[in-house]
């Protein structure tokens, strides 16, 4: 397969501390955070990267769109199921990773005393921060890191070295936001303000993703078809619409009644370890068998699929998914 990864950027920067320590201090004080224990946890390595990175002095940030996804991530798991743009291929962390660990090959060739480390947001990192400070881009009103020219539909990566960084920091970039609310008015649930806080506890892909919990009532309604994640207020940034070449790629509709059908019947008839199997160099095997289980039967509630009655049933006395299962049967009737 042809190798398709083009880096958007990369710039190098003293490995000091966050710029938005106390206000990332202060969302997490707040609960923001939802049941993301671990960022809670790691808050000191987060607020101190030099501290807990010894002997690491600088860090090279470097970008790597996704929207286009990379030939080299692979075809999407699911062809009909509506997901995020970053979940359409195989998982970043192993094919990002890569591409990050042949730059930090080059950099050793040259430099063959010092020390390299790869990541990419595996380890307690605020490098949207580290992002903002190197200009590759300003905090947006949905969160995201955005870039003029680039949008916001990109990873972010970082190598951490032993090299001393530059003197001096690029000026940041302008923050075009501006009186734009799109992002906030977007989204179903009131998730973001505009003081730039996300509000996990409300965050659809918080939901379907991370949390291990069956959603309450007011989440299950406003999830629409939602399988795995949530791009909602990214796609209707102004600085990320002109990247899409068509409509239904910014609108992210799921596929066609039949192919739902297939593909969330697939789901539910599954084992848990046969779809970890079938997914387990993508980014849907982070919600685990169960929690993509979850996620069938409320989009199956949703679209109102009576076909899949009989698969829904087999779910009435589970022990975590049953009262989801009733609360489907009740919506597809």
Same mark, same amino acid.
């Given at each position: 397969?042809?190798?398709?990864?083009?880096?958007?950027?990369?710039?190098?920067?003293?490995?000091?501390?966050?710029? !938005?320590?106390?206000?990332?201090?202060?969302?997490?004080?707040?609960?923001?955070?939802?049941?993301?224990?671990?960022?809670?946890?790691?808050?000191?390595?987060?607020?101190?990267?030099?501290?807990?990175?010894?002997?690491?002095?600088? $860090?090279?940030? $470097?970008?790597?769109?996704?929207?286009?996804?990379?030939?080299?991530?692979?075809?999407?798991?699911?062809?009909?199921?509506?997901?995020?743009?970053?979940?359409?291929?195989?998982?970043?962390? *192993?094919? *990002?990773?890569?591409?990050? !660990?042949?730059?930090?090959?080059?950099?050793?060739?040259?430099?063959?005393?010092?020390? @390299?480390?790869?990541?990419?947001?595996?380890?307690? *990192?605020?490098?949207?921060?580290?992002?903002?400070?190197?200009?590759?881009?300003?905090?947006?009103? #949905?969160?995201?890191?955005?870039?003029?020219?680039?949008?916001?539909?990109?990873?972010?990566?970082?190598?951490?070295?032993?090299?001393?960084?530059?003197?001096?920091?690029?000026?940041?970039?302008?923050? *075009?936001?501006?009186?734009?609310?799109?992002?906030?008015?977007?989204?179903?649930?009131? &998730?973001?303000?505009? !003081?730039?806080?996300?509000?996990?506890?409300?965050?659809? &892909?918080?939901? #379907?993703?991370?949390?291990?919990?069956?959603?309450?009532?007011?989440?299950?309604?406003?999830?629409?078809?939602?399988?795995?994640?949530?791009?909602?207020?990214?796609?209707?940034?102004?600085?990320? /619409?002109?990247?899409?070449?068509?409509?239904?790629? @910014?609108?992210?509709?799921?596929?066609?009644?039949?192919? %739902?059908?297939?593909?969330?019947? @697939? $789901?539910?008839?599954?084992?848990?370890?046969?779809?970890?199997?079938?997914?387990?160099?993508?980014?849907?095997?982070? &919600?685990?068998?169960?929690? %993509?289980?979850?996620?069938?039967?409320?989009?199956?509630?949703?679209?109102?699929?009576?076909? /899949?009655?009989?698969?829904?049933?087999?779910?009435?006395?589970?022990?975590?998914?049953?009262?989801?299962?009733?609360?489907?049967?009740?919506?597809?009737?």
């Amino acid at each position: 397969m042809k190798e398709s990864f083009e880096l958007s950027a990369l710039a190098h920067i003293p490995l000091g501390r966050p710029l !938005s320590h106390e206000a990332f201090d202060q969302w997490l004080d707040e609960g923001l955070q939802a049941d993301m224990d671990y960022l809670k946890e790691s808050r000191e390595v987060r607020k101190n990267p030099s501290e807990h990175f010894k002997p690491m002095k600088s $860090v090279l940030l $470097v970008t790597q769109e996704y929207y286009p996804m990379p030939e080299s991530a692979g075809p999407p798991p699911f062809k009909s199921l509506r997901m995020a743009h970053y979940a359409r291929g195989k998982d970043y962390h *192993f094919w *990002f990773r890569e591409k990050l !660990s042949q730059i930090a090959g080059k950099l050793q060739k040259d430099s063959p005393n010092e020390s @390299f480390l790869c990541f990419t947001d595996a380890v307690p *990192f605020l490098e949207r921060d580290f992002g903002a400070q190197a200009a590759l881009g300003w905090i947006g009103k #949905n969160t995201c890191l955005i870039h003029p020219k680039k949008g916001s539909l990109f990873f972010i990566g970082e190598i951490l070295t032993t090299l001393e960084g530059p003197n001096e920091t690029p000026p940041p970039l302008h923050d *075009f936001c501006g009186k734009c609310r799109a992002c906030i008015d977007i989204c179903p649930t009131e &998730a973001l303000d505009e !003081s730039r806080r996300l509000d996990a506890n409300k965050c659809l &892909a918080f939901w #379907n993703i991370e949390s291990k919990k069956v959603p309450p009532l007011e989440i299950r309604e406003k999830m629409e078809d939602w399988f795995f994640g949530c791009d909602l207020c990214q796609t209707v940034c102004p600085w990320n /619409l002109k990247l899409f070449k068509d409509q239904s790629d @910014f609108e992210q509709s799921s596929g066609t009644r039949e192919s %739902l059908v297939e593909e969330l019947g @697939f $789901v539910l008839r599954s084992s848990n370890k046969q779809l970890m199997r079938t997914l387990k160099e993508t980014p849907l095997s982070r &919600a685990g068998g169960r929690g %993509l289980k979850r996620n069938a039967l409320i989009v199956i509630a949703n679209k109102k699929l009576q076909e /899949l009655k009989t698969d829904v049933s087999n779910f009435e006395d589970h022990p975590q998914l049953g009262e989801l299962a009733r609360w489907t049967l009740t919506q597809i009737v």
